[in-house]
């Protein structure tokens, strides 16, 4: 697909449930890299059988076109068409930074795959947020489709963890503050953007057509970009100079298998503790299992404990499955993600990924291996002690625990119609 005679076309992600933010965003990227072209797909007009595709710069449209449903799927059409108009604008040459702008629920990690496999360079993966509507959207348990956002007839997806993903896959946060007819954003809406991602490179995004803003950087180092205003060479390609933070972002590099690891539940680059500005993130790492009766009964109020709730975690009757914990929005899911490394043979580790091989060492134990709890909870207003003590009454008691993993094993559960298994 990218053909040696083909010229190198760096391309930027640029995805979130904040339009406003998003569209911002993409406006500033069109004025800092001159030259640059943003590829569309509206997925609005699904139901009519077809998505728009718009390709357009900083002067306007360019070119317009539909792409037909792919089984009966907005996003599968998507992806049928993206990339062959990657290729057209690669192979015509002069595009310094195509910028795909996702619309409104597509996730970028999806679509980072699909580019990545077509043979382009992914340079940047961005997430615009309007900050003051960060626990607005994290707090929005409705499904997709009420709000016409579903990309497809059977899209299950809530506003919520719709959100939650796409802002903790981006290594760049751009953030677009006082858009209009949206309120404005106080400490507690920043730290809490920061506790939920702390690791991100946060970029601000000047509005109205200012030159751009400065960097506001993540916690632990992020992604780090081109120091000052020093000639960025996209990948093949010429050098540019990108004027502003933003665009030296969209340019610094990204890596697909890496970004999908730090997303796996066996392996996920989770936050740290914190306290500030009202807003808490407990960690909670224990090496007990839970009774499966006593979590399943307090599942409602440990959802509902935190605007955002993920980690991964162990049942005393399913020793062997690492069990993925996700919730925002008043609704958690929960899915095996797997076995534990302890249950698998020595001769399978060599099938295992090295990064998952190198997060079960670091948190071996001698009797359990990688099994453990490592729960972590963001929120304002978190009560930690309150939180400490219901998950702490979740574990086993000290008699069940004596009694030996054959006893855990006959338990009553209430996950088995919940994991279907």
Not at 324 to 351: F, Q, T
Not at 368 to 393: A, I, Y
Request: proline share 7%; charged share 20%.
């Amino acid at each position: 697909m990218s053909g040696p005679d083909r010229p190198a076309l760096p391309v930027v992600i640029v995805g979130g449930l904040h339009a406003e933010a998003r569209r911002a965003t993409v406006a500033r990227l069109l004025a800092d890299v001159p030259g640059s072209v943003v590829l569309h797909h509206d997925l609005a007009t699904a139901a009519a059988g077809t998505v728009v595709r718009t390709v357009r710069d900083a002067t306007g449209i360019l070119s317009a076109g539909e792409a037909p449903l792919v089984n009966d799927c907005a996003c599968c059409a998507l992806r049928e068409d993206l990339v062959p108009e990657l290729v057209r604008l690669a192979d015509a040459g002069g595009t310094p930074l195509a910028v795909v702008e996702l619309w409104d629920s597509v996730e970028p990690k999806a679509m980072a795959e699909v580019v990545t496999a077509g043979g382009f360079t992914v340079t940047g993966v961005i997430t615009a947020v309007d900050p003051a509507l960060v626990l607005p959207y994290l707090g929005n348990g409705d499904d997709l489709a009420e709000g016409g956002l579903a990309a497809a007839a059977t899209d299950q997806r809530t506003v919520a963890d719709t959100f939650a993903r796409q802002l903790e896959y981006a290594p760049v946060l751009a953030l677009a503050d006082s858009l209009p007819g949206s309120p404005e954003a106080d400490d507690e809406d920043r730290e809490l953007l920061a506790q939920l991602h702390p690791t991100a490179r946060r970029v601000s995004v000047g509005f109205g057509g200012g030159q751009g803003g400065g960097q506001d950087g993540g916690r632990g180092g992020g992604h780090g970009g081109v120091p000052g205003n020093a000639p960025v060479a996209a990948p093949g390609g010429p050098s540019a100079t990108p004027s502003s933070e933003l665009a030296r972002a969209a340019l610094a590099g990204f890596d697909v298998e890496s970004a999908a690891a730090a997303q796996h539940p066996a392996c996920a680059l989770l936050p740290a503790e914190a306290d500030a500005h009202g807003v808490t993130t407990l960690v909670w790492h224990r090496r007990r299992p839970f009774h499966p009766g006593r979590l399943y009964a307090a599942l409602e109020d440990l959802t509902c404990a935190a605007a955002r709730s993920r980690g991964r975690f162990w049942l005393a009757d399913k020793a062997d499955t690492l069990l993925h914990w996700d919730a925002a929005g008043g609704a958690l899911c929960v899915e095996g993600a797997g076995p534990w490394l302890a249950s698998l043979p020595d001769a399978a580790w060599d099938l295992v990924p090295p990064v998952r091989r190198a997060a079960a060492a670091l948190d071996w134990h001698p009797e359990h291996g990688d099994r453990c709890q490592h729960l972590v909870f963001t929120s304002p207003g978190l009560d930690r002690d309150g939180l400490d003590r219901l998950l702490e009454s979740c574990l086993l008691t000290d008699a069940e625990y004596a009694a030996g993993r054959a006893a855990w094993e006959r338990l009553p559960s209430g996950f088995d119609t919940l994991l279907e298994v």
